[in-house]
């Protein structure tokens, strides 16, 4: 029997966490940050006493208190859109240990069950996608990569070429930010029969663990070709198509130099975005299909994507700077 007096967090690691099967260490991390917000903006109570209210004031306190993002000064509010980013997170963590019924039958009955509050309502902005001018200045300034200073240390993330590299995949992928710098040589086949005229790229998403297979494009192909031939390795990283990039502030510092020296804006993370845009005006829901996000449910089952993929990716215009890139590869 579950002990009555745990806490929500404690509940949700020793209760919960055991019997997921699978749960991405991404998707690990933003529960057990968003279960830290609750045990500081809500006194940590035991799951007995939450109800409702707790939660309505759980909400309005993620609405008020200021914040500051990672090591950052400058302190902020809190948008509606990551307000209700955290409200989906604990609501996953609580629906557990709600009452036991048909849509939860392994219910643990640690939390009398309550109606969830509803979300708030805030005005959607169109996604933010690179233009074709901006993704050539893009290419052009990536030598903006390499450290500002002749005495600061050589890292694999100021090689202007890895990160030309890294625009050309993240178009043409629609591969998650760090599934596409986490990809591996070796899942790399630039000799594949047909229909792969130029060859593929595999992973596993880090996200939801599934495998994905994307066709290369000659513009890709050739970017893959030409650095190969002369790949980096650091640190013993022999497989890693990025060796050396990481999550972290000397990526977005690097990636920051370059978007100015461009004088460009926008987070590296919308380059996939660009990517599902730019496919889905080829080819209808290609982009989707790109970027994992299938159609669900019975209908899923019985559409066979994969002439309409190769349309949309052999067919995708490459911004000029891309294609000049490729050709004075000599590959």
Not at 168 to 185: E, M, P, Q, S
Not at 239 to 248: A, N
Request: proline content about 7%.
């Amino acid at each position: 029997m579950p002990e009555t007096n745990m806490t929500l967090p404690d509940a949700w690691e020793k209760q919960v966490l055991p019997e997921i099967d699978h749960i991405a260490e991404s998707t690990l991390k933003e529960y057990r940050s968003s279960l830290g917000l609750w045990k500081t903006l809500t006194g940590n109570p035991t799951c007995d006493q939450i109800n409702r209210e707790t939660v309505r004031h759980f909400r309005d306190k993620l609405i008020s208190t200021p914040y500051r993002r990672g090591g950052q000064k400058k302190v902020g509010q809190r948008t509606p859109s990551t307000v209700n980013r955290v409200m989906r997170d604990i609501h996953v963590t609580i629906s557990p240990l709600w009452p036991a019924d048909r849509s939860n039958p392994s219910g643990l009955n640690l939390i009398p069950y309550f109606k969830w509050p509803r979300n708030l309502q805030h005005q959607k902005q169109l996604p933010f996608v690179f233009t074709a001018a901006d993704l050539d200045r893009l290419y052009l300034n990536c030598n903006a990569a390499r450290q500002p200073s002749k005495f600061a240390r050589w890292c694999p993330m100021n090689e202007p070429r890895l990160w030309r590299l890294a625009l050309v995949l993240a178009l043409n992928c629609g591969a998650r930010t760090w599934d596409l710098f986490d990809f591996k040589i070796s899942k790399i086949r630039l000799n594949e029969p047909e229909p792969y005229q130029f060859g593929s790229i595999s992973f596993h998403a880090q996200k939801t663990g599934k495998l994905h297979r994307f066709p290369l494009n000659e513009c890709a192909a050739k970017h893959l070709k030409a650095y190969l031939a002369d790949p980096i390795t650091w640190h013993g990283q022999t497989d890693r198509l990025f060796p050396g990039f990481y999550k972290g502030q000397t990526f977005y510092k690097t990636w920051k130099r370059i978007c100015t020296a461009a004088e460009s804006s926008g987070t590296f993370e919308s380059m996939r975005k660009t990517c599902v845009t730019r496919h889905n005006s080829v080819v209808w829901n290609a982009g989707f299909w790109l970027s994992g996000h299938v159609q669900t449910g019975v209908f899923g089952h019985y559409d066979n994507p994969s002439d309409r993929i190769f349309e949309a990716v052999y067919g995708l215009e490459q911004p000029a700077e891309f294609v000049r890139g490729a050709a004075a590869l000599g590959v």
